[in-house]
């Protein structure tokens, strides 16, 4: 497996796998292929890696810069992230994850921040805190990921591609 950046080749991948990906998922309302493209068309989209296998492009993460209410710079969020399901459980979102997060830091990010299950975000460090919050969602589904001793206090905002739609 190979994990790199997107090309301006991978988008038409990208969004199939992603649309594969996300086809069954019980809280997807099937509009990540649309975040993704309108985070790319922002130019909002500084990590977007691919997993390659055998030169097919078979998962995909992303990671856009974030608001906080409190000013706090220097954050990001991570997803959508995907992967083909006939690929997954053998490693590959995980790899995808480990990566950008690694860039994040080589980067000097403060932290990064994911909306999703604790129980797989956990194994990467994501804690829910009481200090951040995402509107519309419990508090044990949203978490952070400091890179640094602090932690921000507020609202976090994602960019506005992420209520695209069609």
Known sequence: MLIR???ATDATAIEALTRAAFA?????DQCEHFIIAALRAAG???????AEVEGEVVGHVAFSPVDISDGSQNWYGLGPASVLPGCQNQG???ALIEN?????????ARGCVVAGDPAY?????????????YPGLPAEYFMALP?????????????PAFSAQA
Not at 24 to 28: C, R
Not at 147 to 159: D, I
């Open 100 to 108: 950008g997060l690694a860039l994040l830091r080589a980067d000097k």
């Open 147 to 159: 890179f640094q001793a602090e932690l921000p206090s507020g609202t976090v905002s994602y960019h």
């Open 5 to 7: 950046p997107e090309q």
């Open 92 to 94: 590959i979102g995980k």
């Open 44 to 50: 909002a989209l500084p990590i977007s890696l691919v």
């Open 121 to 133: 975000y956990q194994r990467f460090g994501f804690r829910s805190h009481e200090t951040l919050s």
């Open 24 to 28: 069954d998922h019980p809280h997807s």
